[in-house]
């Protein structure tokens, strides 16, 4: 009898050791941090990276025979700026699918309305032509703000009709540190 009292003490001891083992195991896990260190004398804000400009309500009318709606400000800001070495200036290149009637603005991607295309423009109004980049910009230390403008013009001028409806269209921005 005290053999078997001896045994069961020794074998829920070896559980308890085991069980408690395995919560142990529990208690931690990885983690995994993964990013890129780039050659660049500015870093761009995390609003400024990926954001999305709600363009006004145009009017049919407004894009007819070629017409330009009202521009959109934009930005893009940059921080940290170091210009010890000998980039102090930038150009910003957007990408994107070009309009057919228009090569030099960008394309609606989705949506019904048709018959315009989308223009980018400096903070003077001047068009930066699509997959072109801008005039260049001096860089000040510390923070910069890249000011930018994108209104909507019809391609009535080249034959189209501008259809109504919702739009959306898309473009990448580069940056050149020269």
Do not use: W
């Amino acid at each position: 009898m005290k053999l078997n009292k001896l045994a069961l003490l020794l074998a829920t001891m070896a559980l308890g050791t085991a069980s408690s083992a395995s919560f142990a195991a529990n208690d931690g896990g990885e983690i995994t941090f993964k990013g890129s260190i780039i050659e660049a004398p500015c870093s761009i804000t995390a609003e400024s990276a990926n954001q999305t400009v709600q363009m006004d309500k145009i009017t049919k009318s407004a894009l007819k025979d070629g017409g330009k709606s009202a521009p959109k400000t934009f930005q893009i800001r940059l921080t940290e700026c170091d210009l010890t070495d000998a980039k102090k200036n930038v150009t910003a290149t957007f990408s994107g699918q070009t309009s057919v009637p228009q090569p030099d603005l960008l394309a609606f991607t989705s949506g019904a309305a048709s018959g315009a295309s989308l223009a980018i423009a400096d903070s003077h109004g001047n068009l930066i032509k699509a997959n072109t980049p801008s005039p260049a910009s001096k860089l000040i230390y510390t923070e910069n703000v890249l000011q930018f403008q994108a209104y909507l013009q019809g391609d009535g001028q080249t034959g189209g009709t501008v259809v109504p409806g919702d739009f959306t269209t898309s473009a990448t921005f580069t940056l050149n540190y020269q």
